[in-house]
């Protein structure tokens, strides 16, 4: 059965450091796509970057890249430059190629401090 | 562009009503999905259809609730006999396509639904 596990309930970091947040899954396919969403204050769930299981560069956008370890089934975030605003709750979520649904984790709290 | 529309944003109804939740995907999705959320369970997936066909309703409980897809540009999530316990965020989500590049699945602002 999938499952998505965030060990980190919450993390506090000071502006502009680098932050990691750890996300390990389990499946049975050969392919899968995996995800991080953050969901912020107001409760919008937004979509920040993905990782298909066949690439082996690990994927970047903006200050968000990815830490893919396909032997250890783990991915997880990187922001760097942290700012303010990037206080929210990160999920990190993952598909199966022939299903739908996303499965999530638990989520972590990130909070940026001045 | 907009995105997912859901409507009401927030609905409160007495145990034993029946709720109808709203979702208007991002134009051109052809994929739609249901999640609800609660402190206690997280994100969890109910349903979801594509090419308004449903495809996988795995997550749905087997009792009161239904949902339905009547055209490419809505879809409704009933509840019916409310239930306290089924006070939480629904949450509607749409993707392009499922598989390859464009099956990315984008939000909606959630509705947030209380039983009394």
């Known amino acids: 059965a999938q499952k998505v596990t965030q060990t980190q309930t919450s993390i506090s970091v000071v502006e502009k450091t680098t932050v990691t947040m750890d996300c390990v899954y389990e499946?049975?396919?050969?392919?899968?796509?995996l995800f991080w969403y953050k969901q912020t204050a107001s409760g919008e769930i937004v979509f920040l970057i993905r990782q298909d299981s066949y690439k082996k560069e690990n994927a970047t956008v903006g200050h968000y890249s990815l830490n893919f370890q396909k032997p250890k089934s783990s991915i997880g975030l990187i922001i760097t430059a942290t700012q303010i605003e990037d206080s929210a709750v990160y999920f990190c979520?993952?598909?199966?190629?022939?299903?739908?649904?996303?499965?999530f984790g638990q989520g972590t709290k990130l909070s940026i401090k001045p | 562009n907009a995105g997912v529309i859901q409507t009401p944003r927030h609905k409160v109804t007495g145990k034993g009503q029946e709720a109808t939740l709203w979702c208007e995907p991002i134009?051109?999705?052809?994929?739609v999905f249901w999640y609800r959320q609660t402190i206690v369970q997280g994100l969890e997936f109910l349903t979801y259809f594509r090419n308004q066909a449903p495809i996988d309703d795995s997550g749905m409980p087997k009792e009161r609730f239904s949902a339905q897809m009547p055209n490419q540009s809505h879809s409704t999530l009933k509840i019916q006999s409310t239930q306290p316990q089924d006070s939480a965020v629904y949450l509607c989500?749409?993707?392009?396509?499922?598989?390859?590049?464009?099956?990315?699945?984008?939000f909606g602002p959630g509705t947030r639904l209380l039983v009394l």
């Open positions: 134009s051109g999705h052809s994929a």
């Open positions: 989500a749409s993707s392009l396509d499922l598989g390859g590049a464009g099956d990315t699945q984008y």
């Open positions: 979520a993952m598909r199966d190629y022939n299903q739908g649904k996303l499965i």
């Open positions: 499946t049975r396919d050969s392919s899968y796509f």
